[in-house]
């Protein structure tokens, strides 16, 4: 794929419409020809957990304009296809969509799952794990515009050593949750954008969550204070683990 435009946003608390900031970069004919970042007024305010991840505050998306207003000056990104680096932007993207009634028709690539398929004998597949793995320079993680230019390209490097491409494959709830549980554990921790990917794709797959409750219930419970410490994630991991322990 030649043309494609890769996001990343970033959210100010746990709610996924809560978008403080966006970046994208515009890739044509294999090359990244345009960056761009945005800060938002996210829906809900900050959260003192989120703003240490990404260091956004209050005092700098006050004067900013929310997502719907902010729609009309980049709705042209959404012509091409997207690719990020998890399914949470994904989510957060529709989550804005429906909240202020835009309507966006997208095609998304989660470049995660491209990764793991294409490189199965890595140890991590996480943003800067495949950054440092494809000797890129350093970039400062968590930086909305930053992340979607290693986004844009770690996908050229994958296509690099693919040159079939990739066919989008039509999987079943249970296999694209294997799917999400695995990466999650790739490197053998979970972090708290990774538990609200998960809590969020679990609410949005309510069979899914009645069949593994326990997942669904200790990841609503570790969460509900918005914010996950290392005895909370470590209790999630166990989880996660025993699950593809049983599913084999």
């Not at 930053?146 to 693919?162: G, S, V």
């Not at 296999?175 to 609200?196: H, M, P, Q």
């Not at 593994?212 to 914010?227: A, C, G, P, R, S």
Request: charged share 30%.
């Amino acid at each position: 794929m030649k043309e494609f435009i890769a996001i990343d946003f970033e959210t100010a608390n746990p709610q996924r419409v809560s978008a403080c900031a966006l970046g994208y970069a515009k890739v044509s004919d294999c090359k990244i020809i345009e960056t761009k970042g945005y800060l938002i007024k996210p829906v809900g305010g900050h959260a003192t957990f989120q703003s240490k991840i990404h260091g956004i505050k209050d005092a700098d998306t006050f004067n900013k304009p929310e997502f719907g207003e902010l729609f009309p000056k980049i709705e042209n990104i959404f012509n091409y296809p997207l690719v990020a680096h998890s399914l949470f932007d994904k989510q957060v993207l529709c989550a804005l969509s429906d909240h202020f009634n835009i309507g966006i028709n997208f095609n998304y690539i989660d470049s995660i799952s491209i990764a793991k398929e294409k490189l199965p004998n890595l140890k991590s597949y996480k943003l800067k794990a495949l950054v440092k793995h494809f000797g890129f320079p350093a970039f400062k993680h968590h930086d909305a515009k930053e992340d979607a230019i290693a986004c844009a390209n770690i996908f050229l490097k994958i296509q690099e050593q693919d040159e079939s491409g990739h066919a989008e494959r039509t999987v079943d709830d249970i296999s694209e949750f294997k799917g999400l549980v695995i990466g999650i554990l790739a490197d053998d921790e979970v972090n708290y954008k990774e538990a609200y990917e998960l809590l969020y794709w679990l609410d949005d797959h309510d069979d899914i969550a009645w069949q593994y409750q326990n997942i669904y219930f200790k990841t609503k419970e570790v969460l509900e204070d918005d914010h996950l410490d290392r005895i909370e994630a470590m209790e999630i991991k166990i989880l996660l683990e025993r699950f593809l322990q049983e599913t084999r």
